[in-house]
Each structure stands twice: as structure tokens, then as C-alpha cells.
T-cell receptor, first 112, second 111 residues
Framework: QKEVEQNSGPLSVPEGAIASLNCTYS??????FFWYRQYSGKSPELIMS????GDKEDGRFTAQLNKASQYVSLLIRDSQPSDSATYLC????????????FGAGTRLAVHP | SQTIHQWPATLVQPVGSPLSLECTVE??????LYWYRQAAGRGLQLLFY??????ISSEVPQNLSASRPQDRQFILSSKKLLLSDSGFYLC??????????FGPGTRLTVL
């Protein structure tokens, strides 16, 4: 079992729709959870971080965490073509040093 | 805020050749530093991390090595490259609790 799993996609949504990206993780001791956006050939950029159960909203983005189900998701409202990218989920291991375990990413395509 | 520099930006090397990738950090001191590799179509794989000068922890046994000769310098090396070493290498710096800075990456192609 992979430590952090994501559907590779591509996830195709029309412009203006809600894109829902999902991630599951295996380490129950995980403390921190991150969503990154990565354009082709570029470094990842942090979109959201979440540490406690529930929802966290930032503009058009909402991260949702359910530690009991070991599940974290990212919702993108009013999707734009510029949101087309690969979205990486990363989980911070218990034990410090900020080590992150990344999923393989979900490719999102927003079509006009 | 921090700035992470990596060089070279791109590199094409033959199998069996040596490798040296460099990462330097500006704007902070005593960061935790990480080398990640991203193979084509894959997620980021943690290779090494360092919490201080001369302190290196390896996450994945392989033909790569890392060194931290100075507080803000992190080097990834290999004596003999393999085809499987091809990928996008990222240097990451973190500050407690979870602030992260990513370098621009080095695209390595081993032929």
C-alpha cells in the first residue's frame, strides 16, 4: 500500500465548475497535510495546509481533512483554465523534521 | 523570506558519469534541507534530509549521496549515474513548524 494515494486522473472539469481532488494516507500518526499545484516543468507551489479535522477555506480553495478516515481533499470552486495543473497531496510524518510524503499527483484539466 | 538556488537548471549526462547538484539557501540560517526527486509522471520521492552541517539522513538506499558542507549549502552527488537517476531534482528548505521553500529544480537526463 502506498503511503499517500491519489487518483492520477486526468480529472476534466468545465470552466466555472467545482473540481474535487482526493487523497488518502496510511500513517495514522500524520500531523500535517498539504496541497501543492505543479505546472509542467516547474516546482510545486503550496496552495493549502491543514492540520485539524474539518474544512479550511482560502479564496476559491477549500481543504477538507478527516483523520479518522485518513482522507484529505481539495475543492476548487469556479475552476479556471489557469487551474489546469497537477495537484500533489503531501503528508507530514510524525516524528518531526518536517519530512513530507508526497502522492503521485492528480492532473486537472479545466476546459473552457 | 527565503530564496533557494539550484544549479544547473538542466543536465544531460551519460550513464556511468559522475554527478554534482548544488543547492544554496538565502535569507535564513540553520534550515532543514531536503533533496527530492520526481521521476516522469511520478510524485516527489524524498532522497536525503539534513538538519545541520555534516548531518545527512538517507531515506532511500541508492547510488546517490548528499553532503552539507556549509549551513546553507546542500550537495547531491553520484559517482556513477544510472538511467533510473533521470528526473527532476528539487531542493527544499523548511522552517518550523511547516514553512517550506522549493528551489527551481534541476532536470537531469541520463542517456
Amino acid at each position: 500500500q502506498k503511503e499517500v494515494e491519489q487518483n492520477s486522473g486526468p480529472l476534466s472539469v468545465p470552466e466555472g465548475a467545482i473540481a474535487s481532488l482526493n487523497c488518502t494516507y496510511s500513517d495514522r500518526g500524520s500531523q500535517s497535510f498539504f496541497w501543492y499545484r505543479q505546472y509542467s516543468g516547474k516546482s510545486p507551489e503550496l496552495i493549502m495546509s491543514i492540520y485539524s479535522n474539518g474544512d479550511k477555506e482560502d479564496g476559491r480553495f477549500t481543504a477538507q481533512l478527516n483523520k479518522a478516515s485518513q482522507y484529505v481533499s481539495l475543492l476548487i470552486r469556479d475552476s479556471q483554465p489557469s487551474d489546469s495543473a497537477t495537484y500533489l497531496c503531501a503528508v507530514g510524518r510524525s516524528g518531526g523534521y518536517n519530512k513530507l510524503i508526497f502522492g503521485a499527483g492528480t492532473r486537472l484539466a479545466v476546459h473552457p | 523570506s527565503q530564496t533557494i538556488h539550484q544549479w544547473p537548471a538542466t543536465l544531460v549526462q551519460p550513464v556511468g558519469s559522475p554527478l554534482s547538484l548544488e543547492c544554496t539557501v538565502e535569507g535564513t540560517s540553520n534550515p532543514n534541507l531536503y533533496w527530492y526527486r520526481q521521476a516522469a509522471g511520478r510524485g516527489l520521492q524524498l532522497l536525503f534530509y539534513s538538519v545541520g552541517i555534516g548531518q545527512i539522513s538517507s531515506e532511500v538506499p541508492q547510488n546517490l549521496s548528499a553532503s552539507r558542507p556549509q549551513d546553507r549549502q546542500f550537495i547531491l552527488s553520484s559517482k556513477k549515474l544510472l538511467l533510473s537517476d533521470s528526473g527532476f531534482y528539487l531542493c527544499v528548505s523548511t522552517l518550523p513548524p511547516d514553512t517550506q521553500y522549493f528551489g527551481p529544480g534541476t532536470r537531469l537526463t541520463v542517456l
